[in-house]
T-cell receptor, first 112, second 115 residues
């Protein structure tokens, strides 16, 4: 079955710098890759997603890139701000009829 | 602002007691997920339903856990009897399947502590 690995488990960056979180997946049939952000005491929320027919997607300060050949995708956050501090989860699925397979999460710490 | 609601938000109970957690999915959503989150295991899928039918509950310990959807507005997760190792945050999420994409909308979670 599908397996998603996420790195690093903890990432500490200076406010204003960029942060990159990477995930790899095992099943080449996976075609949908969302990223969720979980703030302290809350449930995860979708922040951006990408389909397998697209290599990159941007939304203001966040972007996701996908390399289907290497089976990895990454979340990029530029100009980090204190409110970006949270746990970020990547996930993969083969479509809406299949469950999401989740990465283990990355705790992002923004240092003032 | 449509949201998934979960009750109770916090629950402290003693080992051996029954625990019932409730979830109200977003109106119109046809999929409901139950997750358990611990520091050690991250997000674990326990069960999910589509159009109220259980699709997968392989992540759930069957001897003590049960999940149901009595109607489209209510999903329940029960633990009987509860054990200290069940202490975790339990999240309900709902979604609407649209082609490739099915965004999951999470509730605030039920924080369970079994003593």
């Amino acid at each position: 079955g599908e397996n998603v690995e996420q790195h690093p488990s903890t990432l500490s960056v200076q406010e204003g710098d960029s942060a990159v979180i990477k995930c790899t997946y095992s099943d080449s049939a996976s075609n949908y890759f969302p990223w969720y952000k979980q703030e302290l005491g809350k449930g995860p929320q979708l922040i951006i997603d990408i389909r397998s027919n697209v290599g990159e997607k941007k939304d203001q300060r966040i972007a996701v890139t996908l390399n289907k050949t290497a089976k990895h995708f990454s979340l990029h956050i530029t100009e980090t701000q204190p409110e970006d501090s949270a746990v970020y989860f990547c996930a993969a699925s083969m479509g809406s009829n299949y469950q999401l397979i989740w990465g283990a999460g990355t705790k992002l710490i923004i240092k003032p | 602002d449509a949201r998934v609601t979960q009750t109770p938000r916090h629950k402290v109970t003693e080992m051996g007691q029954e625990v019932t957690m409730r979830c109200q999915p977003i109106l119109g959503h046809n999929t409901v997920f139950w997750y358990r989150q611990t520091m050690m295991q991250g997000l674990e899928l326990l069960a999910y339903f589509r159009n109220r039918a259980p699709l997968d509950d392989s992540g759930m310990p069957k001897d003590r856990f049960s999940a149901e959807m009595p109607d489209a507005t209510l999903a329940t997760l029960k633990i009987q009897p509860s054990e200290p190792r069940d202490s975790a945050v339990y999240f309900c999420a709902s979604g609407l399947a649209r082609g490739l994409r099915e965004t999951q909308y999470f509730g605030p979670g039920t924080r369970l502590l079994v003593l």
